[in-house]
């Protein structure tokens, strides 16, 4: 289902999967590079299927295309660019408002993303106390992206238990700075946690990608994510 909800910069599309009886809490799904794709509404339905209220915000909602397929990747980085920070914030701010408006307190919420929106869920991690963030493979780590930070020096401030899941065959995220990510959580006042897949590759976890997604891995990776909203949110 899709609903639109307001922000500074006009209407957003904001997919939503909701489970069957009363939501356990909820979960905000940050969109790739690629958009709001099947797969990610696909993830939102997972998540659904475990009682949780699960909506994922169309970032690209300034924009054409909103999506993109997965053979388009000249044309995604284009669009990517148009994104900034104060815009990222905006969406954050008017989704997360929507799910208070539902009585879905920050300890009840939490928040994954993946590619692009890995990054964005680390630096939402850092900026608000929420129940819950998990990351798969979100760049950035040494080089600042959107107007953020760079994503090490995110990682000192966490403000929310963290998960980042990581592949060692990823050509965009060295696996040295993923170390040097470990090293930096370790001594976080939250509870924090690298998990590095030696085989995995970018996108491991997306089953739309062939060439990529890795189906043991990204088991793993998906219960690992479940466990931790388990654990986390209230």
Known sequence: MHDTIDTADGPMRLFTATPEGAPRGAVVVIQEAFGVTPHIEGIATLLSQHGWLAVSPTLYHRTEPQVLTYDELPAVMPVMQTLNSEGII???????????????????????????GGTVTLQTAATRALGAAVTFYGGGLGAPRFG?????????????????????????IPVDDVERLRAVVADASVDAEV????????????????????????????QRMLDWFDRHIA
Request: overall charge negative; aromatic content about 12%.
């Open 90 to 116: 905006a969406d954050l701010d008017a989704t997360f408002a929507h799910l208070a408006a539902q009585g879905f307190t920050p300890d009840r919420t939490g928040i994954v993303g993946f590619c692009m």
């Open 148 to 172: 953020f930070q760079p994503g090490l020096e995110l990682a000192t401030h966490l403000q929310t238990p963290w998960l980042g899941l990581y592949g060692d065959r990823d050509p965009s």
């Open 195 to 222: 998990v590095r897949y030696p085989e995995g590759q970018h996108g491991f976890n997306c089953d739309d990608r062939p060439a990529v997604f890795d189906a043991e891995i990204a088991a793993d990776a998906r």
